[in-house]
Nanobody, 121 residues
Framework: QVQLVESGGGLVQPGGSLRLSCAASGTIRSIHTMGWYRQAAGKERELVAVITSGGSTIYADSVKGRFTISRANAKNTVYLQMNSLKPEDTALYYC???????????????WGQGTQVTVSS
């Protein structure tokens, strides 16, 4: 019913930048929140940033001032601009959407399949 497709991951040197994108498609009535989570090898998945339909944002302390989340509501798309990347940012980054399907009055949460970000010299 719903697909989240991420793009933009890759290999970058420390101090570099990457921009992740995630587009949601399917029988969507509206999207409440969209966000990015990450999971490094051997660690639990953690919140990176979340944005509401109204534009309110929440960031993990570790990325504040370096990462910026934004969204294009008309395109059901969320972006993550990552600057000043560090080796500890290396992880599989997952897109997340909490949304209303057509005909539904409660939200459901969906996840993308993940895009790898590797920060290394």
């Amino acid at each position: 019913q719903v697909q989240l497709v991420e793009s933009g991951g890759g290999l970058v040197q420390p101090g570099g930048s990457l921009r992740l994108s995630c587009a949601a498609s399917g029988t969507i009535r509206s999207i409440h929140t969209m966000g990015w989570y990450r999971q490094a090898a051997g660690k639990e998945r953690e919140l990176v940033a979340v944005i509401t339909s109204g534009g309110s944002t929440i960031y993990a302390d570790s990325v504040k001032g370096r990462f910026t989340i934004s969204r294009a509501n008309a395109k059901n798309t969320v972006y993550l601009q990552m600057n000043s990347l560090k080796p500890e940012d290396t992880a599989l980054y997952y897109c997340n959407a909490n949304l209303f399907l057509v005909g539904m009055i409660t939200t459901r949460m969906y996840w993308g399949q993940g895009t790898q970000v590797t920060v290394s010299s």
